[in-house]
């Protein structure tokens, strides 16, 4: 397949870290497809989490390997692989300095709030995996590829839900008399959301003190699983998380409706957030590559395309839904996150499209179309996945098995 964004990235060589992952896998493909030159790095630690907890995926994957050697075959496009941990400074040095990126594309850490909030152990390897990866990355460019250009997964998270407008990354304050522009204020909600906070502000640093050149990408809440590529072969298909735990909001309801499960809104469910298709996610990535930040630079990325509450989401997959003759009922369950439930939000979302994005938007077909998807793989949906499974007020130091 080749495609639209038709930037050639002739000689371009990529590195995607989480090269294995949802977002990662489809973006490496739409990069290799394009002509970059593509390296995934991975320690299958997504994989791994699945298999700690009993967890699965409702599309059945390939093994990174086969994935890799099909795309081969269908593309006649090369993907080079290197199976490690990113904490592993020396797995990461020979990685660098073998593959020498231009970009090197950060996707590769634990992205589960409710994960992080498990118990302590887990908690701590979030922050250890994501805090470490990422310093061990800033570390990587400057001592073996100085002019890599970073780019950066972040979230909207980051940012939580203040009661004023969310800026791109930076506020412009004035205070006594006095005024200055400032990295946007943070309150993350989980230990997840905290680690990528400390991400941004280790990024920041390391940008003035060792110019190195960072996009930071606060991406929103990603829904969909089809791309061009990874729709070209069946080992090629995506990763789908709906279980209590990795699953997310819209992906989820999705499921639930095309099963017959009520759709779990959390609490009152005037969460407000940004979403996008992940068609828009490997276009953004793209973007971000093709108009890299300065040597010294921290640019900051707002990367969504619209804000829904979490009713307003159930309320399209009931309306969608019922339109293909399914029984959706929408329900609201115990809120299991300390978060507000009734809020202001207005985020900034302007720089992407600056640069080009045309948004693919939560239109009825894309709605209708993600229904038809889980209702083909519905009899792998294991129903007891589908709840809630991480109480914030419970996180305790007993390390936790989620009863499996
Ligand atoms: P994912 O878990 O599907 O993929 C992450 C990949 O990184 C996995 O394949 C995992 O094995 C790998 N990885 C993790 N730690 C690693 C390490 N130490 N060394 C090497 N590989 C490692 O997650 P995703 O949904 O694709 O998210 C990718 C990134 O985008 C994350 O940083 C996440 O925080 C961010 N993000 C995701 C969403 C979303 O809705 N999925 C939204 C906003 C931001
Ligand atoms: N929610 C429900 N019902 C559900 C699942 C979620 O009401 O069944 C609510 C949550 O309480 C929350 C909102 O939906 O208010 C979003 O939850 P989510 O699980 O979809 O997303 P979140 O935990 O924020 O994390 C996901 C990704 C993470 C990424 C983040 C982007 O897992 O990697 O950073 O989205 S953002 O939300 O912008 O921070």
Not at 156 to 165: A, K, L
Not at 267 to 296: E, H, M, W, Y
Request: with cysteine.
């Amino acid at each position: 397949p080749t495609g639209s964004l038709s930037s050639n990235g002739a000689g371009t060589r990529v590195m995607i870290i989480g090269g294995d992952g949802y977002c990662g896998w489809a973006t490496a493909l739409h990069l290799s497809a394009r002509g970059y030159e593509v390296c995934i790095v991975d320690n299958l630690c997504r994989r791994q989490f699945d298999l700690q907890l009993g967890l699965d995926t409702l599309t059945p994957i390939a093994t990174i390997h086969d994935r890799v050697r099909r795309w081969g075959e269908v593309s006649g496009k090369h993907i080079s692989l290197q199976i490690g941990d990113i904490c592993d400074w020396e797995f990461l040095s020979q990685a660098f300095t073998s593959f020498k990126p231009n970009h090197v594309v950060h996707f590769g850490e634990q992205r589960s709030a409710p994960y992080s909030m498990i118990d302590r152990q887990k908690a701590v390897f979030t922050q250890h995996n994501n805090v470490i990866g990422t310093i061990n990355v800033l570390f990587a460019i400057k001592e073996l590829q100085p002019d890599c250009h970073m780019v950066k997964l972040g979230t909207m998270g980051e940012y939580g839900t203040p009661n004023i407008d969310i800026e791109e990354g930076y506020i412009t304050i004035n205070h006594n008399g006095r005024t200055d522009t400032l990295p946007y204020p943070k309150q993350g909600n989980s230990f997840y959301h905290l680690s990528k906070i400390h991400d941004s502000t280790n990024m920041l640093f390391t940008c003035k003190a060792w110019k190195i050149a960072a996009t930071d990408l606060n991406q929103g809440v990603v829904y969909g699983v089809r791309t061009e590529e990874t729709m070209a072969d069946p080992l090629l298909l995506n990763r789908y998380d709906y279980d209590g735990i990795f699953g997310t909001a819209l992906n989820r309801f999705v499921v639930q409706a095309a099963v017959g499960h009520p759709l779990t809104v959390y609490g009152k469910g005037g969460q407000t957030r940004g979403f996008l298709d992940i068609r828009d996610t490997v276009r953004c990535i793209q973007l971000a590559i093709d108009n890299p930040a300065s040597k010294g630079e921290m640019r900051v990325y707002n990367q969504f395309t619209e804000q829904f509450s979490v009713n307003q989401l159930a309320e399209i997959v009931e309306r969608e839904g019922k339109k293909l003759g399914l029984n959706v009922e929408v329900t609201s369950v115990p809120n299991p996150r300390v978060e507000l439930e009734e809020h202001y939000y207005n985020a900034k979302h302007t720089k992407l499209v600056e640069l080009g994005l045309k948004p693919h938007l939560l239109a009825d077909n894309m709605i209708d179309s993600l229904l038809e998807f889980a209702v083909a793989y519905k009899d792998r949906v294991r129903h007891e996945l589908i709840k809630p499974a991480v109480d914030w007020r419970k996180t305790g130091v007993k390390v936790n098995t989620m009863g499996a």
